[in-house]
Nanobody, 121 residues
Framework: QVQLVESGGGSVQAGGSLRLSCTTS????????MAWFRQAPGKELEFVAA???????TYEDSVRGRFTISGDSAKNTVYLQMNNLKPEDTAIYYC???????????????RGPGTQVTVSS
């Protein structure tokens, strides 16, 4: 059974940093595309960042330059380093995986239970 488990969420003040981790039973050699989504209260699930284990990554415009997605294939773990956090980044953050193509909020194979990030002004 595939597992994705997020950790590292918490409460920070605006301008602060957090690093989210996603530990997965998927291996880099399984060739899944990995992604981070988020969902703020009353809003739809939103794409944040995605990567392939080859190193290719992509970001949503509002987080580009502040967030960095990366992976450690030896640990089967994907990270989301979030710097210069803003109150509008407050959301539940989810890790997701898709075998082919890029994982999107409406099209992905697996998703974790999420971790809460709260940014206060």
């Amino acid at each position: 059974q595939v597992q994705l488990v997020e950790s590292g969420g918490g409460s920070v003040q605006a301008g602060g940093s957090l690093r989210l981790s996603c530990t997965t039973s998927l291996r880099a050699s399984d060739n899944y595309a990995m992604a981070w989504f988020r969902q703020a209260p009353g809003k739809e699930l939103e794409f944040v960042a995605a990567m392939r284990w080859s190193g290719v990554s992509t970001y949503e415009d509002s987080v580009r330059g502040r967030f960095t997605i990366s992976g450690d294939s030896a640990k089967n773990t994907v990270y989301l380093q979030m710097n210069n956090l803003k109150p509008e980044d407050t959301a539940i953050y989810y890790c997701a995986a898709k075998l082919r193509g890029i994982a999107t909020p409406k099209l992905h194979d697996y998703r974790g239970p999420g971790t809460q990030v709260t940014v206060s002004s």
